[in-house]
């Protein structure tokens, strides 16, 4: 399992009924701040590896025989390996996307020749609309790129007819051109900001879990508090 501290906890607040964005584990959980304790010892004796960069190589080997990942590691990896499948839980999971950010106007002051006034380009408007055509999902619809086009998530992709003499994998994936179900999909989440009584929660959490000396699992625990320090200052 990956080491990113909201992904794992995220995965807590899920399988109790709860968000990726809970602001107040006494009151939004079912059980309260004990509860979320109790399923994250839990997962602590479950889970063989914390690891973002080498989960994946305990996938491959059978050492484990399921990983939680983001879909840009574990799409390509299931494509390797005709005995896998990525599957998104029924209640959900985390979103993410790329972004882009557009900078507001600044003057510089400046006495040089061919000084002006920065901002977005004139032609930016024509830039969005390329990119949002609809022939511009084709790399997700080929699956060249893990993920899914932003297309489909307002309108989400037809499914794809199996070539009936392409050899079909052991397991079935969920995903449809790299979306899950309507239902499924209405239960992710894009993950906002900690609140201060977040930040607490996760605080109060890390100071009550058994950490080990060394070893991943106490790497993980370390880089969640470490997190959660530095934001408690700003």
């Known amino acids: 399992m990956i080491d990113s501290p909201r992904e794992v906890i995220g995965a807590v607040l899920k399988q109790l009924g709860s968000s990726y964005n809970t602001i ?24 063989q ?13 059978g050492d484990v025989w399921v990983t939680v990942g983001w879909s840009s590691d574990v799409i390509p990896a299931a494509k390797r390996m005709s005995n896998v499948a990525v ?23 400046t006495d040089r020749i061919g000084g002006r006034t920065r901002g977005p380009s004139p032609l930016i408007h024509q830039w969005f609309d390329f990119c949002l055509q609809s022939a511009r999902s084709l790399p997700f619809r080929q699956e060249i790129i893990p993920g899914a086009s932003p297309l ?15 050899k079909k994998p052991k397991l079935e994936s969920n995903l449809v051109r790299g979306v899950p179900p309507p239902e499924i999909l209405e239960k992710c989440e894009f993950l906002e900001p900690l ?8 605080q109060w959490l890390m100071s009550r879990v058994h950490r080990p000396r060394g070893g991943l699992l106490g790497t993980m625990l370390q880089k969640i508090s470490t997190m959660l320090d530095l934001k408690s200052r700003f």
């Open 87 to 109: 599957v998104v839980p029924k209640s959900g999971s985390s979103l993410w996307a790329d972004l882009w950010a557009v900078p507001c106007a600044t003057r510089f002051q």
């Open 152 to 166: 489909f998530l307002e309108n989400p992709a037809p499914e794809v007819l199996q070539d009936r003499n392409k």
């Open 49 to 61: 590896l914390f690891d973002s960069m080498n989960y994946l190589k305990s996938f491959g080997v």
């Open 24 to 47: 107040d584990m006494e009151t939004e959980v079912n059980g309260g701040r004990e509860a979320v304790l109790s399923s994250f010892t839990q997962l602590q004796k479950q889970v």
């Open 195 to 202: 609140s201060d009584k977040a930040v607490g929660d996760y």
